[in-house]
């Protein structure tokens, strides 16, 4: 079992910076698969960056590549999400997610992929 919680969400202006945290509970979780998600009103919940446990295998998406950075603590069980050079279409709910139990290169970019979510915080990014 995993718990997961995120912090760090806020309002920002375009062009700014956040980073979001998520901790997690449970000792499977510097071996398993994470990635933050995110869904805004009326759309459904889309993938942002994912990575494998072993870290060899991370994939963005085209929406953020450049601009988002994914890094996991596994002494602290937590993984962050720093925001750069943020754009108004960014403003979502932020989920991080963790699926466990599973190889070593496992990664999806699905969210049924996932079995732990965290509560989401909210990220709202105004002109």
């Known amino acids: 079992q995993v718990q997961l919680v995120e912090s760090g969400g806020g309002l920002v202006q375009a062009g700014g910076s956040l980073r979001l945290s998520c901790t997690a509970s449970g000792r499977a979780f510097s071996t398993s698969a994470v990635g933050w998600f995110r869904q805004a009103p009326g759309k459904e919940r889309e993938f942002v960056v994912v990575?494998?446990?072993?870290?060899?295998?991370?994939y963005y998406a085209d929406s953020v590549k450049g601009r988002f950075t994914i890094s996991r603590d596994n002494a602290k069980n937590a993984m962050y999400l720093q925001m750069n050079s943020l754009k108004p279409e960014d403003t979502a709910v932020y989920y991080c997610a963790a699926e466990t139990g599973v190889g070593a290169g496992y990664v999806s970019k699905a969210p049924s992929g996932y079995s732990y979510w965290g509560q989401g915080t909210q990220v709202t990014v105004s002109l």
């Open positions: 990575v494998n446990w072993s870290g060899r295998t991370t």
